[in-house]
């Protein structure tokens, strides 16, 4: 890391802080997850604002935010999940970017909205690439920083940027661009590819009920209770597909929305699968909010797909304006 010399230091790591990405979708055929970012809308367009590539590894927190000191003078951004983010003890604004001198210190409260922020740093934070991707996974103890969540005194580096941050300043989403954790609203879902092994009934109480997150909820699923499902013949399967966003069955009736760290085959009936715009609200779910499910179909979920696609791009088209060096 001899050209490495931009660090920032954690003094205090918070519950959950890891070095992230958008995981390793290209591996998923071999039976590893796909791990990453939790939050793929946020965790973009926070890379997209300070200048870097979309995929750039950036910091993830979750609940209760890390203490960080910089090192060294860098711009940088804090987009997801509204935690009371400080810097030198003042309030900051998010979806924006903030500039830090050598010895400044961002700082988390409580959380306001959502329950996962992502700190993007112009450059990308520099961790080993670990089969194609540069994101933490636990469970396994590979990727990120380690293969851990960030302790004290760690010191994470950064990559310098090619071109002068200077030309960041004033840069901040539009309002309408911003997404908003704290709306209740809808998740919506696919049904099937298991929907003829549920009682109607059940179908009926899902799609229409309301359900909460459990306790025993991580990245790897959430647990969901409310209306227990009933199965026609049983829960099993021959083992299938298994991505994020699919929620599956188990014998006990309770869902299982399948998350950034799921496996990638599961034995289990599915009854549907949420849709790739709305994944960001679930991860934004913290144990005890409610999820209300709403029914929508192929044509709707790639209409918002691409509509989302084409903000991210249209934001992005601005990177192509910095000057690089």
């Not at 609940?63 to 900051?92: D, R």
Request: proline share 4%; aromatic share 10%; with cysteine.
């Amino acid at each position: 890391m001899e050209s490495q010399l931009e660090y920032v230091n954690i003094l205090k790591p918070g519950l959950l802080t890891t070095v992230q990405d958008l995981g390793r979708r290209d591996y998923r055929i071999y039976g590893v997850s796909v791990s990453g970012v939790m939050d793929a809308l946020s965790f973009r367009l926070a890379n997209t604002l300070v200048g870097n590539d979309e995929n750039d590894a950036a910091i993830e927190i979750t609940m209760m935010g890390p203490t960080i000191k910089f090192e060294t003078k860098t711009a940088f951004s804090i987009t997801g999940g509204n935690l009371s983010p400080k810097l030198n003890g003042k309030s900051i604004d998010m979806w924006k970017v903030i500039f830090a001198k050598a010895g400044d210190e961002l700082s988390f409260g409580k959380y306001i909205s959502g329950c996962r922020s992502y700190i993007a740093l112009a450059g990308g934070v520099n961790v080993p690439v670990v089969m194609g991707s540069r994101a933490t996974f636990t469970r396994g103890h590979y990727g990120g920083y380690m293969g851990r969540a960030l302790k004290r005194g760690d010191k994470l580096y950064f990559n310098k940027p090619d071109f002068n941050i200077k030309q960041l300043q004033g840069r901040r989403l539009r309002t309408n661009d911003i997404p908003d954790f704290g709306e209740e609203r809808p998740i919506r879902f696919i049904l099937g590819p298991h929907i003829e092994r549920f009682v109607n009934k059940s179908i009926e109480n899902f799609s229409n009920g309301t359900y909460s997150l459990s306790n025993a909820s991580d990245r790897m699923g959430y647990r969901l209770e409310g209306e227990q499902l009933i199965h026609k013949d049983g829960a099993d399967i021959i083992s299938d597909f298994i991505t994020p966003g699919t929620i599956q069955v188990p014998g006990n009736g309770y869902p299982i929305i399948h998350m950034a760290d799921c496996g990638t085959s599961g034995g289990y009936t599915k009854i549907g699968v949420v849709i790739t715009t709305d994944i960001p609200y679930v991860a934004q779910k913290k144990p005890g909010d409610k999820i209300k499910f709403q029914v929508c179909d192929i044509n709707e979920a790639q209409n918002e797909y691409r509509k989302i696609e084409k903000m991210l791009y249209d934001i992005e088209l601005n990177n192509k304006l910095l000057s690089r060096n």
